[in-house]
């Protein structure tokens, strides 16, 4: 078993230290904030801030400091109770709702509904009670009898053990809230400590001040302590599970945060190394609290040992999304060795971002506008750290991967009126806007590195994303106090965006190795239909995915009309009950299900694409997901008007006994014609989260619905309704309407029930074959689309549709085995235009 003290390898390594300088901040590197500060407003805002940031730090005495920092004997958890409610008012106070101030209500939470906080005893006099002669808080020593509702000390009060919480938590019946096991993870730790030690280093780096350093190093000194015996796989929980998800390691915190937690400290340390040289004061403190912390040298040695050498010795502990891991390793070794590892850091560095750049210039993790962001992101910082300790490295990736040009473009090119983008897999929630750039967080060092890219490629794109990450201003570019020359910057910045547009020009897209594609409408840059074309990825990164192939949606009239449900219902209890798998499943997409199941994976292409046009078209085909012989989605976004449209989908499927073609809008009610449904029994299992069927088993040739759209979150104009028309062409179908589920987001209680369309065909014997034809309009006030038709004969070896606008245009749509042609005629039978595509 480890011991809680943690100084296991200190006397071993007091003479080893390796490390003699500051990596990423040596002194004219903070000599260059000092000057920016000093000459530019923004700076010196940016230097208070920092200033500003470390003082309630700086104002507490060193044990103080010392003191905060905890050990492992506290089970920590990362939720209080994820599907729980508040044990006062009894309202759902699911997931990470519960509040927390490590400041304003040390050791306490508060329910966010009745503003109660709980524990209801002192729980910091009762860890104090249980500290052992190293500070350490043990069980076994802790006064019980403090043990109490405060509120309610009479022992004799029903409600003297209300909300008391031991620190393995308060607990009713079978039902257990781990009030302290959260806090000390989201107050205790990352309120207190983590972001102590980070504004503190961050105050020295910008000014100088040695106080900050020495403050900064007492906590890490602290921690490392302890670090070593934080193993969150044995002492933590995840949705209330032990070893969550086969064994989640981590520190204090599970392994996803723990690689953050890794680079913080090793960021942290970086910056205040040349402040706690000659720190007598430092060592003074230190060594009354343990003999062997005799000089400077004694307490790099703990840190470096305890906490950097030992994350590089158990790199499963800090297991998180590409390249969090690859990121924070690399950064201690270049922390810990640097400049004696120069070479090896090129080839780390150039490993990591060929990696991260694989699939259109992501890494392929899904979970667009997610977790697909992560590695875009990290990947960002690690350009610009390593960019500032070697000038030709930028030069030296571009060359090495091209696919680096591509990464930044992404988000633009999926991103739809600057206000929603596609969610694909685990991301976003049902109908809700993205109004911010994806690609990247604009923290600071994002800046610089894009400068960098658009001086080393002329791509102008790079100067408007930072344009755009600053709010659309130049003012207080490049917001980093490091920054070589802010002027420069600046200036590059307001000629780019006079001379190419404030925002990147975005076109109709096909991301062929991730798997989407966006048509967009030509004049209106609020329409556009896209389409997912993958399910199981066939990169390396397979997560986060739902499955979701040829999955459809759609926006117009400023709403998402064919909206995803959103990242899983994990409130519920964690990722593997009904409603978080729900979310994942082939029903709970817009595209077609198989023989009930969900689709299996496997290879995908594209076959037809062509853009630009009053009619743009994609073809994509994937047999593999159902094991059949054809899985082919075929849509045409044809252009009515300025801002109007309407979409043709073809989907052909053969293979299987049923096929089931789902269509769910978004908040509405959907108004049926040609068919008149009947209560029906569900044809899915429980766990499809579907009810109220309807059937009509023989409708009209040309059926469907009208959806109006209900706006709940409030982003029309008043007086504005949306509507979305949906007619199905498809022979020899039945048609049903449904209910699906969903939430509002995935830490929230709030369900829906959806309207959804079902057009289902069954076979009794063989492998059934399928064409599944139908037209989506959506529209404001009247449909311009007058008549809609199925004009080719019996047989599905082509499919053509007829399409009559208000206008007296007519629009003749031919799909065929060799692609798609298209003609629309003027109200006196004159061409208007005529095309076809044939392939890519």
Known sequence: ????????????????????????????????????????????????????????????????????????????????????????????????????????????????????????????????????????????????????????????????????????????????????????????????????????????????????????????????????????????????????????????????????????????????????????????FLRRKDARKSNIAAIRSNIETNIFRHVLEHPYQIRTNYPGQERAVLLIQTVLDWPGNRDQMRKDVDALVRRAVAVDGLSGEKGLAGYDSIAPREMAEVLEEYSRLDAGLLQFILERNPKLRQTYRFHFDTWINHEYYPHSGDAGSFTKKAPKYAGLVFSGPEFELLGRLARATGDPLYWQTAWIGNGQKVDGLPHDLFAEDPEAYAAAVREAVSKYGTWPKVESTNKEEWRIAVLRHRTAPDAAVWLDYDSVPECDLKSHYHYDAMNLGLYAKGLDLLPEFGYPAVQFGDWHTPQARWHKRTAAHNTVVVDGKDQAGGPTQCTMWSAGGPVQTIRASSPAQIGGKAYERTIALVETGAADFYVLDIFQVAGGREHAKHTHSAFGTAATFGYAPKPSASPYDADTLMRAFQTDGRPEPVWGVDWKIEDRNRYLTLGREVHLRYTDLTRGAEAMLAESWTVESATSPQEFWIPTVVARRRGDSGELESTFVSVMEPYEGQPRLAEILRVDREGDEVVQVEIVLRTGERDLLTSSASGLKWERRDSGGRVVFTGAANGR
């Open 1 to 284: 078993m480890k011991q809680v003290w943690a100084l296991c390898l200190l006397a071993a390594v007091t003479a080893r230290a390796e490390k003699r300088t500051s990596a990423f901040y040596p002194a004219e590197v903070r000599q260059k904030a000092a000057l920016n500060a000093q000459r530019y407003e923004w700076a010196a805002e940016l230097r208070r801030k920092a200033v500003a940031d470390a003082g309630r730090w700086v104002r507490m005495s060193d044990d103080e400091l010392w003191k905060d920092v905890f050990g492992p004997r506290i089970t920590r958890s990362h939720m209080v109770w994820s599907s729980g409610h508040c044990p006062a008012c009894r309202k759902p106070v699911p997931m990470y709702d519960w509040q927390m101030d490590g400041w304003a209500r040390p050791w306490k939470v508060r329910c966010p509904h009745c503003n109660e906080l709980f524990p209801k005893n002192d729980f910091a006099a009762y860890h104090r009670s249980g500290l052992d002669e190293k500070g350490i808080f043990e069980p076994s020593r802790a006064d019980r009898s403090l043990l109490y509702n405060l509120e309610h000390p009479d022992k004799a009060d029903p409600l003297h053990r209300f909300g008391v919480d031991d620190g393995e938590g308060y607990v009713e019946g079978d039902k257990r809230w781990r009030f302290i096991g959260a806090y000390l993870l989201y107050g205790q730790w990352t309120q207190r400590i983590e972001t102590g030690f980070r504004n503190l280093a961050v105050a020295y780096a910008v000014t100088g001040e040695r106080i900050y350093a020495h403050k900064a190093a007492v906590l890490l000194d602290r921690v490392a302590d302890v670090w070593p015996s934080f193993d969150f796989a044995a002492q933590g929980l995840v949705y209330e599970r032990a070893r969550y998800g086969g064994g989640v390691a981590g520190y204090v915190w599970y392994a996803i945060n723990s690689a953050y937690t890794a680079m913080h400290l090793a960021t942290a340390y970086d910056q205040i190394f040349d402040g706690i040289r000659d720190d007598t004061e430092l060592v003074e």
